[in-house]
């Protein structure tokens, strides 16, 4: 075999591995529309369920994610903004500090069950906030943290230090050197991580289970402090706890979750390219 | 004319050193006297952007760097508790050796430092936006596209917007630390003709891309060497008569 035949078969099965990668997303996606775009139209997007499930729509679910995706972006990034602005602009290397980045990295390797069993003690219970939106969205919240922290800390970063040293020497202060430098110019780097995470925290359904989600609830939520039916949990419960749903309102469900899911990371993936244009000067 | 017998800046037995403990000035002294061009010179490494630096306090940002000495502006103490580094920073302003316009429109750019300090009066910035272009000798190049984007500008005009940006400010003391560095002979010559009209309104410590350079513009040269001062005087007795062996060798380019 000569070195080109070599060359020539590498470059064959990289190509292969990448295409082997993009198969399994296009399968799910295409598996999905296909089992559930039959049972998607205006009544199923927008009515309560009805005949325990069966019937109707999963308009309570929709909105139940919207929701808990808001309330999560609330909780974590105020938070996570802080976190990273400390961690990229004026942390020091000392022992507060490691232990900070250790507690991330550990936060990011929990399993979200664990997170769930934690927002049950911490605040349905211990806080008394009872199953409810806002214990949902508080337990979702720090559980997104550690992503849009990484992501946030990253793009800090990755502003060109000699912008701080000129906004410094023009007489502004490090905090306004912070606030009209550094910030703008990461937006876009925090704003991906927040959508990564947010998309994240939409699709999440062991962290619900204890926290907020209602097994079916045929109304709206009338106050954070009330329980709301969710897109993943609600589609956990109708693929295994009720007997005799029809295959295509399974389906449709996921497509749902699946959509709003995908949107987010389009969203994120649109802001990355269109700054990066606007990068190029 | 006020003050013209007191220096605008003067630095007493000043010595910096990194925390590698790098000692990167030497018991520096020396009077710098108010509208000149003083110009700071000598081979790589001796010194000269770290006292720069020193002088609006950009040196506070090095972690671990130790200062002894006194720097004086106006005879006021620099480092004395009662100063606020972001209006010291406003007073004495630094032009970097590589064009840094801010991400932003020209007007933005200009009013930057302006803004920091809690200026808003329209009138006022516009004012200042004018002069400060004007004296940059940029105003002509730029006075019809002062909402777009700095970044767009060639890097001599850059270069002279970070001039403008800075006067904008109205400082004592303007610090150019190579500002010609990357421009083309013609941009140069600009950035270098604009000096003479400057040092009217203006107090310049230079540190020059060459010797010719320093030749061409310094009214008053320090020949720096290892992070110590070796001479300094008017510019004709350090170009064509320095009274150190070093200084002599360094100016008549036989090392360095
Ligand atoms: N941030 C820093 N940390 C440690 N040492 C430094 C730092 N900046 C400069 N130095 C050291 O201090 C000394 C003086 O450096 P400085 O940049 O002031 O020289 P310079 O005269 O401006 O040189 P050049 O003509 O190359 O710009 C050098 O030995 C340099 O290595
Ligand atoms: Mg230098």
């Known amino acids: 075999m000569t070195r080109q ?32 775009a039959g049972a998607i139209n205006w009544t199923f ?39 990273a602005v400390y961690l990229a602009e004026y942390a020091q ?35 008394k ?29 990755a502003v060109p230090q000699r912008f701080r040293m000129v906004s410094l020497s023009l007489g502004a202060t490090k905090l306004q050197t912070i606030r009209h430098q550094v910030l703008p110019q990461a937006l876009p780097g925090i704003l991906t991580g927040m959508i990564l995470g ?78 990066r244009r606007r990068r190029e000067w | 004319m006020p003050e013209q017998n007191h220096p605008k800046i003067s630095l007493l037995d000043v010595t910096f050193r990194y925390a590698d403990e790098t000692e990167a000035l030497r018991k520096i002294t020396l009077d710098i006297a108010p509208n000149q061009v003083y110009v700071l010179f000598g081979p790589s490494r001796s010194g000269k952007s770290t006292l720069l630096r020193l002088l609006n306090r950009l040196s506070d940002l090095t972690e671990g760097a130790q200062v002894s000495g006194r720097i004086a502006l106006n ?6 508790p009662a100063v606020r580094v972001a209006a010291l920073r406003r007073r004495v302003s630094m032009v970097f050796a590589i064009p840094t316009p801010l991400p932003g429109s020209i007007r933005e750019n200009l009013t930057y430092g302006l803004r920091m300090a809690g200026a808003t009066d329209p009138l006022m910035l516009e004012e200042r936006i004018q002069q400060s272009l004007v004296q940059a000798a940029l105003w002509d ?39 010609t560095s990357g421009l083309d002979p013609l941009s140069t010559a600009t950035v270098e003709d604009s000096l003479y009209e400057l040092k009217r309104s203006y107090t310049i410590i230079m540190v020059p891309h060459s010797v010719q350079q320093a030749g061409r513009v310094a009214d008053r040269a320090a020949f720096m060497l290892d992070g110590e001062l070796i001479e300094e005087g008017p510019r004709d007795r350090i170009f064509i008569n320095p009274t150190h062996e070093r200084t002599e060798s360094y100016v008549t380019g036989r090392f360095g």
């Not at chain 1, 470059?11 to 399994?24: E, K, R, Y």
């Not at chain 1, 009872?130 to 793009?155: D, F, K, N, R, Y």
């Not at chain 1, 699709?203 to 926290?211: D, P, R």
């Not at chain 1, 449709?252 to 802001?271: D, E, M, N």
């Open chain 1, 198 to 275: 947010l998309s994240r925290a939409a699709g999440e359904t062991a962290t619900l289970l204890f926290t907020v989600a209602a097994f079916y609830l045929p109304r709206l939520p009338q106050s954070l402090f009330d329980q709301t039916m969710a897109l993943p949990y609600h589609l956990y419960v109708i693929a295994t706890q009720v007997p005799n749903m029809p295959l295509t309102i399974q389906y449709g469900t996921a497509l749902i979750l699946l959509l709003i899911v995908l949107s987010l990371t389009l969203v994120a993936s649109v802001v990355r390219t269109r700054v």
């Open chain 2, 75 to 80: 005879g006021q103490d620099i480092f004395s």
């Open chain 1, 93 to 127: 290397d000392n022992w507060l500090t490691r232990a900070v980045r250790l507690a991330i990295v550990n936060l990011a390797g929990i399993p979200s069950i664990v997170y769930g069993l934690f927002g049950l003690g911490a605040f349905v219970l211990f806080l």
């Open chain 1, 5 to 36: 035949q070599a060359q020539k078969i590498a470059v064959s099965a990289i190509t292969a591995a990448a295409g082997l990668v993009v198969l399994p997303i296009v399968l799910v996606i295409v598996y999905i529309i296909v089992m559930g």
């Open chain 1, 129 to 157: 906030l009872g199953t409810s939106i806002i214990a949902g969205s508080l337990t979702l919240g720090i559980m997104t943290l550690p992503v849009v922290i990484s992501t946030s800390e990253e793009a800090i970063l």
């Open chain 1, 45 to 83: 997007l927008t009515a309560l369920p009805s005949e325990g499930m069966t019937e109707g729509g999963i308009m309570p679910a929709i909105l139940g994610t919207v929701i808990l995706t808001f309330g999560t972006a609330i909780v974590s990034i105020p938070l996570a903004i802080g976190a």
């Open chain 2, 141 to 179: 190049e730029v006075k019809d596209r002062l909402d777009h984007s700095a970044m767009a500008l060639s890097g001599g005009q850059q270069q002279r917007l970070c001039i403008a940006r800075s006067l904008a400010l109205q400082p004592e003391v303007l610090l150019l630390d190579n500002p």
